[in-house]
């Protein structure tokens, strides 16, 4: 279930209408569930833990060698269903590591939507992973050049404050608006396709 609801996602698509309406730039909004599986970490911590099983039993029982390998077995199994519960394995994949694929889905997402093909190179992506709790503004090289530093983190932060505080939808309203005012007054309005890229809030499911 996305954060957002439908007549969010129509405010969305109004929004980025309107912000691209004063600029020759584009406006991209994307919305990832879950930027990774992470299905490696219900077998990994299972492991680390059934590997850790023989050392009391061979120090402190007489338990033979063939019950503790059995004991083993059952622990992985039942930590690998256990871990596979979405919440549970999220927790116990490290924050660097969240954020790392996050940030690689986003790159992967402006790729995707072409946002490094304008001819002024003036793409813009707004992108949100929900499970891993994290937001990024990727601009093409032609904004950066242009935009003060630190202007799209500030977007970012009032976003995932918005998001945080259960306005997903006005905090993408909110953060199209702030984009689009950046990008207006860099690059005013020109000659280029207003349907070469979705003006509407893009969902991508979990991988």
Avoid: C
């Amino acid at each position: 279930m996305t954060i957002v609801s439908e007549v969010d996602r129509k405010r969305i698509a109004d929004a980025i209408t309107e912000a691209e309406r004063k600029t020759s730039g584009e406006i991209v909004a994307v919305i990832a569930e879950m930027s990774a599986s992470y299905a490696y970490i219900p077998f990994l911590w299972a492991a680390l833990a059934a590997l850790a099983v023989p050392i009391p039993l061979i120090f402190f029982t007489w338990w033979p060698i063939q019950h503790i390998y059995f004991l083993q077995l059952v622990v992985f199994a039942g930590l690998v269903l256990l871990f596979m519960y979405r919440p549970l394995r999220l927790a116990l994949v490290p924050q660097r590591s969240k954020r790392q694929r996050a940030h690689r889905r986003a790159v992967e997402q402006f790729l995707a939507q072409n946002l490094h093909t304008t001819p002024t190179r003036t793409g813009v992506l707004i992108f949100v992973a929900v499970a891993e709790r994290f937001a990024e503004i990727i601009a093409d090289a032609g904004i950066n050049e242009k935009v003060a530093e630190g202007t799209w983190q500030a977007i970012v932060d009032q976003l995932t404050k918005d998001i945080g505080s259960g306005q997903a939808g006005e905090g993408f309203v909110r953060a199209v608006a702030a984009v689009g005012r950046e990008l207006a007054s860099h690059f005013p309005p020109g000659s280029h396709d207003p349907h070469a890229f979705a003006n509407h809030l893009i969902v991508l499911p979990s991988e």
